[in-house]
């Protein structure tokens, strides 16, 4: 058997023999000990082992021929190597017997101890057992009990060795986090001063009552954090940093994205450990840690990270100097976690949504795959990815789902008369359009009633379509169903209505219908590519189409074509670009039924294999809000 080996063992896995009817003290060389002697040694060994595997050293100590030595060394290892847990396996003879002589009996042991954040560490060794003067078999201790390299005069320590953390890459392999070095700035709590809340608020743009509060609350030798800056931003800063009271900085190396908003919300920071991130940032993570905090970094954190590695020294106890290595692992360097993104793509996302002046998220996906090709949310640092769990009506880009549903049923036409009256009341209910629609000409057709966003063109056939009718559609066009990314989204949620009102209200997306950008992006895909599909961020995963087949050809080009007159000679005009053609609808959806000025503003579209979703929180409209946006993404990718 090895010295020395790596297995995953169960926290108290006990394997002992059922029997010890080997040699015993008393007895000439080869001689069988009496039966009672031989019970009670392997009794007490036994009896050692399964304190030592439960961690109860007091009780260990208790079961030896020395029982302060024992405890505190068995104390002080399980310290310093921070075991967490301890099982073993006899050895010994075929029969897993102890050899006995006049000395004891002699029970080899493989130990294994679980070193946290290093993982698990296991040995030989022998425990010896023997009769004491009361009648009662104790084990005989010695240091070399727990490890046969200890002695009086020897100890055990630990070091821990962390692999660089891998990088997350785009579809072509270039690197969307790169590992770089940041400065924790914080304060030594005893040495604060009143004048260091001050300064740090100038310099920092901190709350100055939060930090006292933790300060307050900490020893005086403690470490308070306060920010942790990247070398670039720090850098300007130092000097004045460093005249402040109390004053404490430090290096480390943590993975960073271009700038800190770039991609911020779907790829994620990491950060020091907290409980709930390192619950789940698996078996070898430390509270001391650097993990991932949110997005791909959190959900792929082990991936990332890798496995540390790590050492048991035997040391000097006198002076701790090392003597040598009785085990080492080497780290395990994380695999890198290649995306669908596009470093360019969100790139151009991550300039147009950080021009914005209110919150916004624009997704852009590969029409005829469903990957993601970019995700982003701003202006400024959002940690909140809007983009794919946003949860809001879709508004009047919603008409691309009822349309469809008025268009295969054969309701409506593409050049078939439409009227657009400024209201029209459904069941009671009075639906209007929005405020700056102009009045469409005598000879309008269905097609410019879309171009134009009319709703009531929309809402005046909501009798003459079912109740399921806009989920059935929905469903078809992918909204609503099951996606694994990764990291959380939502899909969108379109209820069966419960009235015609209720209807009336799903067609222009409003009442209950909710969805996020990433799920309008997907409804714009569809209608690009004709067949709509799961969304896939992660390489590797499947390409899945949704479960209801592509559109009818006759249905996808019919939608095309209002898409394209939407920006040739409607709302969308803004994005009437030379080159390729852009198709797209806006949307402007209420979110509030006691003040219908409170509103979200929409834009979907496609240009080529590209389709894209923009939300603007609050915005007036798709056309003033949200188009902006659009253009300057799509001329930064021209």
């Not at 020395?4 to 169960?10: D, G, Q, S, T, Y």
């Not at 599909?533 to 390409?543: M, S, T, W, Y």
Request: one cysteine or more.
């Amino acid at each position: 058997m090895s010295a020395v080996r790596r297995l995953a063992v169960a926290a108290a896995t006990l394997m002992l023999s059922a029997a010890c009817t080997s040699g015993a003290p008393g007895g000439g060389a080869g001689d069988p000990p009496p039966e009672d002697s031989a019970s009670a040694a392997t009794e007490a060994t036994d009896e050692f082992l399964t304190a030592l595997a439960a961690g109860d050293t007091t009780t260990a100590a208790a079961l030896t021929d020395r029982r302060a030595p024992a405890r505190q060394l068995l104390d002080q290892v399980t310290e310093a190597l921070a075991i967490t847990a301890t099982s073993y396996q006899l050895g010994g003879d075929p029969r897993g017997d102890p050899q006995c002589d006049d000395a004891g009996c002699h029970q080899p042991v493989e130990l294994t101890h679980e070193l946290a954040g290093i993982g698990p560490w296991t040995y030989d060794t022998t425990v010896t057992t023997r009769e004491s003067g009361d009648g009662e078999w104790r084990v005989r201790w010695r240091p070399s009990t727990f490890h046969p390299a200890l002695t009086g005069a020897t100890t055990l320590t630990r070091e821990r060795e962390l692999p660089l953390r891998a990088p997350i890459l785009d579809r072509e392999g270039r690197r969307l986090t790169r590992n770089g070095q940041v400065r924790r700035v914080g304060v030594v709590a005893g040495k604060v001063e009143p004048s260091t809340y001050a300064d740090l608020a100038r310099l920092l743009d901190i709350d100055p009552g939060a930090l006292r509060s933790s300060v307050e609350a900490a020893s005086p030798a403690w470490f308070v954090p306060v920010i942790t800056l990247r070398e670039a931003d720090y850098r300007p800063l130092s000097r004045r940093l460093l005249r402040v009271p109390g004053i404490s900085v430090d290096s480390d190396v943590w993975s960073l994205t271009p700038s800190p908003s770039w991609g911020r919300a779907l790829l994620g920071t990491v950060g020091p450990a907290t409980e709930e991130t390192l619950a789940a940032a698996g078996p070898y993570a430390s509270a001391t840690d650097v993990v991932g905090a949110s997005g791909l970094q959190l959900a792929f954190e082990e991936q990332l990270a890798g496995v540390p590695g790590g050492r048991v020294v035997l040391a000097d106890a006198e002076s701790g100097a090392d003597l040598r290595t009785l085990v080492r692992s080497r780290p395990q360097p994380g695999e890198p976690l290649r995306t669908t993104l596009d470093h360019d793509v969100q790139g151009a996302a991550e300039r147009a949504v950080g021009a914005a002046s209110k919150l916004t998220a624009l997704v852009a996906v590969e029409a005829s795959t469903g990957n993601v090709l970019a995700s982003a949310v701003g202006p400024g640092i959002q940690s909140y990815n809007t983009a794919f769990v946003g949860q809001y009506p879709p508004g009047s880009t919603f008409k691309v789902v009822s349309s469809a549903v008025l268009l295969e049923a054969g309701i409506v036409g593409l050049t078939e008369p439409a009227s657009c009256p400024e209201t029209f009341t459904v069941d009671g209910k009075s639906f209007k359009n929005y405020d700056d629609l102009e009045p469409l000409p005598d000879d309008a057709a269905f097609v410019d009633a879309f171009a134009a966003s009319c709703n009531t063109a929309v809402v005046s056939h909501a009798k003459e379509i079912s109740d399921q009718a806009m989920q059935q559609m929905a469903t078809r066009m992918g909204l609503g169903g099951e996606w694994s990314l990764g990291v959380a989204s939502f899909s969108g949620d379109v209820p069966v209505a419960e009235s015609v009102v209720d209807r009336a209200a799903s067609m222009i997306g409003q009442g209950r219908v909710l969805t996020s950008p990433l799920a309008m992006a997907m409804v714009a895909a569809a209608v690009d590519s004709g067949t709509p599909r799961v969304p896939r961020l992660v390489e590797g995963e499947p390409v899945e189409a949704a479960a209801l087949g592509p559109l009818p050809d006759a249905l996808a080009g019919d939608l095309r074509a209002m898409m394209r007159a939407t920006v040739t000679r409607g709302t969308a005009s803004a994005l009437d670009l030379p080159g390729e053609p852009v198709f797209a609808k806006t949307g402007t959806a209420e979110y509030d039924s006691d003040d219908p000025s409170k509103t979200h503003a929409w834009m979907i579209g496609f240009r080529g294999d590209l389709a894209f979703a923009v939300l603007v929180d609050n915005g007036s409209s798709g056309s003033e809000d949200a188009a902006p946006v659009l253009r300057d993404f799509l001329q930064r990718l021209s």
